[in-house]
């Protein structure tokens, strides 16, 4: 079965600067990557995602994401940080076949300081 | 606009009585899900629906029941067998990528 760690529970960055959250992952295949991002009370929005092909994927926002398979990580970074980026983000890794559900980390919660 | 529709936002229940979350999506997608959210454990998946009249019971599933007689609806009844339920609830659809989630419920038990 797949799983997913995010070492980080909380994590505070100045406004303007870089930012990398961690994404561990456990699974036998080549995995369904993905970000989501969570606003307080509601729903998750997708912030990019890798299947195949090139480990480094853009999503939206601004935010990229690196595949590395020697190291089962998907950590997801952003150059500089906004204001408007304070939520918390989930990584989550899904099968290709069989249960095809995500299986989500913990999520990291980010503050953003003026 | 094409997308999940969660209802109602907020429920309260009385212990003892069962409720019914209703999730509704027209994006024509196949696969449902429901998770379950609490602080500090992300999503934990409840139950799921790849097609229709299936579905199969998730990590947690103890407490609750679903149904899939149509291809739009996929309701989450919380029995009284749940001994906690006060938690936000998702509900998801996708198709061959990524999941597309609904605005939650958020139950509380009163």
């Known amino acids: 079965a797949q799983s997913v760690t995010q070492p980080d529970i909380h994590i505070t960055v100045s406004e303007g600067a870089s930012l990398e959250l961690r994404c561990n992952y456990s699974?036998?295949?080549?995995?369904?990557l993905f970000w989501y991002v969570q606003s307080p009370g509601q729903g998750l929005q997708l912030l990019l995602k890798y299947f195949s092909g090139d480990t480094l994927v853009q999503g939206i926002k601004g935010f990229e994401a690196e595949f590395k398979r020697s190291q089962s990580s998907f950590n997801l970074r952003k150059p500089s940080v906004h204001w408007s980026d304070a939520a918390e983000y989930f990584c989550?890794?899904?099968?290709?076949?069989?249960?095809?559900?995500?299986?989500f980390g913990s999520g990291t919660r980010l503050q953003v300081q003026p | 606009d094409g997308g999940i529709t969660q209802s109602p936002k907020y429920l309260f229940r009385k212990e003892g009585q069962n409720v019914t979350l209703s999730c509704e999506q027209n994006?024509?997608?196949?696969?449902m899900y429901w998770y379950r959210q609490d602080p500090g454990q992300g999503l934990r998946l409840i139950y799921y629906?790849?097609?229709?009249?299936?579905?199969q019971k998730g990590d947690i599933a103890e407490g609750y029941s679903v149904s899939r007689e149509k291809k739009e609806s996929f309701p989450l009844t919380v029995t009284s067998a749940q001994k906690n339920p006060t938690a936000f609830y998702l509900c998801?659809?996708?198709?061959?990528?990524?999941?597309?989630f609904g605005q939650g419920t958020r139950l509380t038990v009163v």
């Open positions: 998801a659809s996708s198709e061959r990528s990524e999941a597309f």
């Open positions: 989550a890794v899904r099968a290709d076949t069989g249960r095809r559900a995500l299986t």
């Open positions: 629906s790849q097609i229709v009249n299936d579905f």
């Open positions: 699974y036998g295949a080549t995995p369904y």
């Open positions: 994006l024509n997608h196949d696969a």
